[in-house]
T-cell receptor, first 113, second 113 residues
């Protein structure tokens, strides 16, 4: 069964303490992997798209990487404003017209000052 | 730019009542989506509209209907609400269903008693 698993479920960091979030996936063929940030009471906000193994994308303190089986979201020297839930979604090479994304459950990140 | 606007933000219904969630986007996007988000279940696609004049079922369409009123607007209707439809509903849009970069609204929190 195609699925996306994110770990850990929750992570608490001190300001400046770097760490990584994981998104592992099992699909027959990967079209793209997407990272989103979701603040409490808000809709998800798009961060990155990764298409092929070895690809990396960066934005401020965040860097996303991709292998054939998983993606990492590295957070360098996080600040309290980085606190949010980070969602991963995978789009598989479609067998039909269904273009749906397969979503993970997210990692809830809290950064303490 | 407002982006994706959803109304209402909060609604309480009694079992059996009907209601319509409204969504409008001002980004000239072709595709629009309705998701629901539940704890432990992640985001699940209810219906989507690849372009004006077309709608298709997602993962969990039962109990819902949709209307793509024009290019800007995509509504979700609950004909006879059930407690299982208590959820947070998100509308999203993008240029093409082939891409996984979605722009989300802020959500509509629905409680069915």
């Amino acid at each position: 069964e195609d699925q996306v698993t994110q770990s850990p479920e929750a992570l608490r960091l001190q300001e400046g303490e770097s760490s990584s979030l994981n998104c592992s996936y099992t699909v027959s063929g990967l079209r793209g992997l997407f990272w989103y940030r979701q603040d409490p009471g808000k809709g998800p906000e798009f961060l990155f798209t990764l298409y092929s193994a070895g690809e990396e994308k960066e934005k401020e303190r965040l860097k996303a990487t991709l292998t054939k089986k998983e993606s990492f979201l590295h957070i360098t020297a996080p600040k309290p404003e980085d606190s949010a839930t980070y969602l991963c979604a995978v789009q598989e090479v479609p067998a039909g017209n269904n273009r749906k994304l397969i979503w993970g459950l997210g990692t809830s990140l809290a950064v303490n000052p | 730019n407002a982006g994706v606007t959803q109304t209402p933000k909060f609604q309480v219904l009694k079992t059996g009542q009907s209601m319509t969630l409204q969504c409008a986007q001002d980004m000239n996007h072709n595709s629009m989506y309705w998701y629901r988000q539940d704890p432990g279940m992640g985001l699940r696609l209810i219906y989507y509209s690849a372009s004006e004049g077309t709608t298709d079922k997602g993962e969990v369409p039962n109990g819902y209907n949709v209307s793509r009123l024009n290019k800007r607007e995509f509504s979700l209707r609950l004909e006879s609400a059930a407690p299982s439809q208590t959820s947070v509903y998100f509308c999203a849009s993008n240029f093409l269903t082939e891409t996984g970069e979605l722009f989300f609204g802020e959500g509509s929190r629905l409680t069915v008693l």
